[in-house]
């Protein structure tokens, strides 16, 4: 059936409003595109990580999300989504139960990029038929703003403060979307919310009606953690695909696939200048950094290409 994204924007909301996210805030938009990738016919079960997101849909008896709901720890909700995951499926091998459900795990990247890999690894290597949304916002926004493997290199934290000895976090960011390819995922995508949502919307879908254990890494921008003003969030988006520090592509059974290339790559400083957390690289005597941020960007992009079909 042809993908019609008029007809996608029109399913009725299975995340409903009245939560508690901020404004600015990309963690909502993840969460209304994902539930309305499902097909109307079919139900679903949400495992949500420990996070913002978590605090700010569920608060019993008040929640955001019209379909069933699993608040799991920090660390385990891919093997929460695993145990959902097996039960459903010996049930209705049983005939006990008669829907179709679709399993979905979320977290963010403290919960996916951290503390929650042990647990997405082992149920991605046993073949689990569910979808993992990572929606990154690049550090621990939840508790304060503290750096994660998520968190780009030069990036100021409260635990990486930039300062007189210092240019923000040492490393570069972990490439998780990579590294769940290698576990051999039949689906995984990298996406974030760019003109139309069309790109975001078919990956989604496409996750979710892959069968086997698929994953969708979607960066999601946080105004307070990233210092930038509420309704900047879709410009954000955009400078972070037009620069390539964000690509979009998709991996299907191992294939890679290129979504969207500029038509003219914009140099990197573009996408930092208006988030706080890079201001410093900007001082007389940080040109380093760019340079360095830069590099980086344009070697990762260049490998990209090289692999892509």
Not at 41 to 62: G, H, M, R, W
Not at 204 to 228: K, M, S
Request: glycine share 8%.
């Amino acid at each position: 059936m042809a993908y019609v994204l008029r007809e996608e924007m029109s399913k009725p909301e299975r995340f409903a409003p009245g939560h508690r996210l901020c404004a600015g805030c990309g963690a909502g938009i993840t969460c209304r595109a994902m539930m309305r990738a499902l097909d109307p016919e079919d139900k679903a079960v949400i495992c949500n990580a420990t996070s913002c997101l978590e605090v700010s849909s569920f608060q019993y008896p008040y929640t955001a999300w019209e379909d069933s709901y699993i608040h799991s720890a920090f660390e385990n909700t891919a093997a929460t989504a695993a145990g959902v995951e097996s039960a459903y499926r010996l049930k209705k091998k049983k005939g006990l139960i008669k829907d179709n459900y679709k399993i979905l795990a979320i977290g963010g990247d403290g919960g996916t990029y951290d503390i929650g890999f042990q647990s997405i690894s082992g149920a991605f290597e046993r073949g689990h038929d569910f979808t993992y949304f990572c929606y990154d916002n690049e550090a621990y926004m939840n508790t304060g703003t503290q750096r994660s493997s998520a968190t780009p290199v030069f990036a100021s934290a409260t635990t990486t403060p930039a300062g007189l000895e210092s240019v923000g976090k040492k490393q570069v960011q972990k490439d998780l979307t990579r590294i769940i390819v290698a576990h051999g995922s039949p689906y995984v995508a990298q996406t974030t919310f760019l003109g139309n949502f069309k790109d975001f919307h078919q990956k989604a879908h496409r996750a979710i009606y892959t069968e086997g254990p698929t994953f969708v890494n979607v960066l999601c921008p946080c105004p307070r953690g990233w210092g930038y003003d509420a309704e900047l969030l879709p410009e954000i988006c955009k400078l972070a695909v037009e620069t390539c520090f964000w690509p979009l592509y998709e991996v299907v059974n191992g294939v890679y696939y290129l979504n969207y290339e500029p038509k003219k790559k914009l140099p990197i400083e573009e996408f930092l200048r208006p988030q706080n957390r890079f201001r410093h690289m900007f001082k007389p005597g940080n040109e380093w950094t760019i340079e360095a941020a830069q590099k980086y960007v344009d070697d990762r992009w260049e490998a990209l290409l090289a692999q892509c079909e």
